[in-house]
């Protein structure tokens, strides 16, 4: 049962949420929750999402041969592949049909090669990752990382209106930007903390470095969104009230977040990737939906919804949206 309205919702989380009458939120049209599929075609999705979680076991199962590294990142890459390795073996019901080619599989290859320097300390992921030419910007592009890019556009880009103001934090290379159909009628404002990620992509809008920890002097959004950012706030409900002050009241907060356990107790398939960089290893990395939900109610939000993204039974986050 995934529904956005009324006291039901209550069984999603036992979330302190404020929940408005449904006919008022259809005359302003946010849509009900509802279940995605990651690629076009379900099945389709779960190949590559079982693609990526057997490239991942023996990845962790390499990892795990090492001895506990001394770094505290390389630590947490360390204990994540021994927390994916004791989930037991990949069941995988298509492994003929697997890919074993994009951003994913190269970014796996190389925490491989890069694994002595960065037990050691002697290299970051950050440092790593800036050495290959486009190897972040395609990682964040591509599936599965894209594909929460894309469905916050396609959210976004119904939304879009002249004359809105729209902002978007932790931007990064553009993987959800490149996506908006914003024309010179609305006010687009990309910000991340990081200048020089920003302004790798020509993309529409004005360039502000902004890091959500901190309050903002930005307000009356119309909309403010974020995919696969938020996660990296050193305390998310703390950052959220910060962004309800950017709303104008009514604006809403567009979310693009992974899950941490899409089935089972096994973790997020790229977990021990993430883990090479800062807002990740120092971090908990993704959170469970509830969690933001029931942070978003705190922070004072209302009509909180969500759409799931699904591979298989595999529920990997989506988005997560709500109004100030
Ligand atoms: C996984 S990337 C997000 C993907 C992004 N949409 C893109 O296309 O690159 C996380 C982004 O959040 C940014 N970030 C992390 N912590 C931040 C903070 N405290 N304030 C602002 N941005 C932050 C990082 O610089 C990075 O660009």
Redesign the pocket.
């Known amino acids: 049962m995934h529904c956005v309205f009324g006291s039901s919702c209550a069984s999603l989380s036992g979330t302190r949420a404020k929940y408005v009458n449904k006919a008022l939120l259809e005359s302003i049209n946010i849509p009900a929750a509802n279940d995605v599929p990651m690629m076009q075609d379900a099945s389709e999705s779960l190949v590559l999402y079982e693609a990526l979680l057997l490239r991942a076991f023996d990845v962790c199962g390499e990892i795990c041969r090492y001895p506990k590294p001394s770094d505290p990142s390389a630590i947490r890459i360390w204990e994540a592949s021994h927390a994916f390795v004791a989930c037991g073996p990949v069941a995988c019901t298509l492994r003929d049909l697997c890919p074993s080619g994009g951003a994913v599989f190269d970014a796996f290859n190389k925490l491989l090669v890069d694994w002595p320097e960065l037990s050691s300390g002697a290299m970051t992921g950050e440092i790593a990752y800036a050495a290959v030419p486009d190897l972040w910007r395609r990682l964040?592009c591509e599936p599965p990382l894209g594909t929460y890019?894309s469905l916050a556009a396609n959210f976004i880009n119904a939304h879009l209106r002249p004359g809105l103001k729209l902002i978007e934090?932790?931007?990064?290379?553009?993987?959800?930007s490149r996506l908006l159909n914003v024309g010179a009628d609305v006010l687009y404002i990309r910000t991340?903390?990081?200048l020089p990620?920003l302004n790798q992509a020509d993309l529409p809008g004005t360039t502000l470095r902004?890091?959500?920890?901190t309050p903002s002097s930005m307000t009356a959004a119309d909309i403010v969104f974020a995919?696969?950012?938020m996660h990296?706030?050193d305390n998310p409900r703390r950052t959220l009230s910060y962004v309800r002050a950017m709303l104008r009241p009514g604006g809403m907060l567009i979310l693009g977040e992974g899950e941490p356990r899409p089935a089972g107790n096994r973790p997020w398939a790229l977990d021990m990737l993430c883990c090479q960089f800062s807002?990740w290893w120092d971090r908990t990395g993704f959170r469970p939906r509830d969690e933001w939900v029931d942070d978003l109610g705190a922070a004072g939000y209302i009509d909180i919804g969500h759409q799931r993204l699904f591979a298989g039974e595999y529920d990997l986050g989506g988005l997560i949206w709500a109004r100030a």
Request: aromatic share 8%; proline share 0%.
């Open positions: 964040m890019a934090l932790g931007a990064g290379v553009g993987n959800t991340d903390r990081s990620l902004y890091d959500f920890n995919v696969n950012a990296c706030a807002g």
